[in-house]
């Protein structure tokens, strides 16, 4: 593999290709939850022990200024809310006994109320009023001195099976140590302590304590449902710390795993986005920038890079991505054949809503290499043509979104698009569908559509339950997450679209570097860099020519594609550029 000279200060642009691994996908709860075997809303162990002192809630040190209260005698009307609630079946009546208690109306002590709000939430989640269950739980968790503060860690798991991600239980779970964790560490609790490692690793993840991270996600068992997320998220964690060779090993984990794994939703999705993670991992560790600023590549990771990418299945999502990705790898290698034809089948109407305008660049960039100046102009040409217009239009859509509402209005133009109501031209639409359609965005939305299902359950409700102070407290609970989440939501949306119009606009800028490039060149006032990065005739005759193997043979394109040779394009390349070959 001879080495490439990347030119016309389009290093940024090769680099900013070498696609960093990133999460959103792989973060999904697993289907039907993490529960132990044997299910049921009572199966659960409850770790609330009355006569054990050492049991109720957190050590009082933990807190440094507070300590937990010992509760007295309760009230009649507070043992009478405790009897209901261990009937296990008169949930609704229970919860409006003990919201007497945390109210204060009973009389009862500090620790008693704190007893009593624990068993509310619990009373709520059995309803299946989660949002105001976790609402309780989070309050909970808040107060590492409350009396069960370390009881709660359970239940915040088992909402993490109830709540979408959106729901960031993730950011409550970090309100515990992993002293806390290790309490689940036995046969009876391993799922449990398995999945509350899996969330306390992503919380460290997001405060970047990536050392403490990687302890956490090595705790989850291979028997786990989040064995594979929390897989994944120990391979991007290890590429945010630049170690390539254990990030390809968790990814590599994942594939190893999937045949047996369970609780997963989509396993072949998970298969190719472990591929794909690969394939990026490799090709990021494969371009370095030298001290004169030239980039220097490592074949065979290069290579390896190469081999991942093409591990992805053509009926994947991400099939068009690991294409696109790919043939920059094959331009590095100057493999501009295998790098076109990418390019050509990205280009086929099989794909009419593929958004690559960096494919563009790519195949001018290729051009100006070979010193195929007017073909180059050309592409440019073609591209300003095209995306200009598109981005004019992308501005003045998100225009349209400025002010304290933001995000409560971008959420319903997401949904507009989402149901195909929103007023885009043709050529517009299938940009914006696209940089509105990632995974996480989808969480939000399901989340909001959550909520207003359990709105609806309330309203299910007896009267003397909505119209109490607990129903107004559910009320208020479903309220202020649904306000959240729709706003949350549409800052994403808005985050996402002004993304896609960033990049879309950097694109362009790099194409108008590509003129002046090609105009310096007509003028012969290439920079020697520049000059050394082209490619001589005497080269594309050796790496510009299109050979079948005994699988394949030559066939010319006459304007029609065929699926079946979708990702099997080449194209035959010649040089302009004089003088002798450089290698």
Known sequence: ?????????????????????????????????????GGGKAQVVDLDDEDDPKAKGADAAKGGACSTPEPGNPTEEAAQAKRLFDSNTKWAEAALALKRVVSGETGDDEGNKQTAQYHLAIALFNLKFYQASYGIFSDISAQPCHIKFKETLLWLARLATQLPEPADIVERVGKYDQEEL????????????????????????????????????????VKSPYFVQAKFFEGITHV???ESVPAVKSFQSIITALPDAEGVEDKDRMRDLA??????????????????????????????????WNKVDVASEYWLDALFEQSWAYFMAGDYPHALGN??????????????????????????TVCQYEDATTIVARMKKRYEPVKKELEEILEKYKGDETGQQFF???????????????????????????RQLLRNIEYVKLLDKEAELFKSQPANFRDSDLGNDITDALDLAREL??????????????????????????????LIDIVN????????????????????DIYGVVSPDEEHVLWPFDGEYWRDELGFYRQVVVSKCGGPAKK
Not at 8 to 19: P, Y
Not at 185 to 197: G, R
Not at 423 to 435: G, H
Not at 498 to 514: A, D, F, P, T, V
């Open 343 to 368: 390019i050509h089948t990205l280009e086929s109407p099989y794909f009419p809503n593929s958004f690559y305008p960096e494919a563009e660049v790519l195949k001018s960039v290729i051009a100006f």
């Open 240 to 242: 945010q710390k630049r």
């Open 182 to 221: 290790a309490r689940f560490k036995n046969p009876q609790q391993f799922p449990l302590y398995w999945q509350l490692n899996y969330l306390l690793g992503r919380y460290k993840y997001r405060a970047r304590s990536y050392d403490e991270a990687l302890d956490l996600f090595k705790e989850v068992d």
């Open 412 to 438: 319903a133009f997401l949904k507009e698009v989402r149901d195909g109501k929103a007023k885009l031209s043709d050529k517009t639409k299938p940009i914006v569908e696209n940089a509105l359609s990632d």
């Open 275 to 308: 591929h794909l993670s690969m394939a990026r991992t490799y090709y990021s560790a494969s371009v370095r920038l030298g001290e004169d600023g030239i980039p220097k590549i490592d074949p065979k990771k290069l290579s390896a890079a190469v081999n991942f």
């Open 485 to 514: 989440a729709i706003r949350n939501a549409g800052t994403l949306a808005k985050d996402r679209y002004e993304r896609y119009l960033e990049e879309l606009s950097e694109h362009l800028r790099n194409s108008q570097k590509i």
């Open 521 to 540: 060149a007509e003028r012969n006032k290439l920079d020697e860099k520049v000059i050394k990065g082209q490619v001589s005739k005497e080269e594309t």
């Open 1 to 37: 593999m001879r080495k490439l000279l990347v030119s016309f200060g389009l290093v940024s642009t090769l680099l900013g290709a070498s696609l960093f691994v990133g999460a959103p996908d792989a973060s999904a709860q697993p289907k039907g939850g993490a529960a132990p075997k």
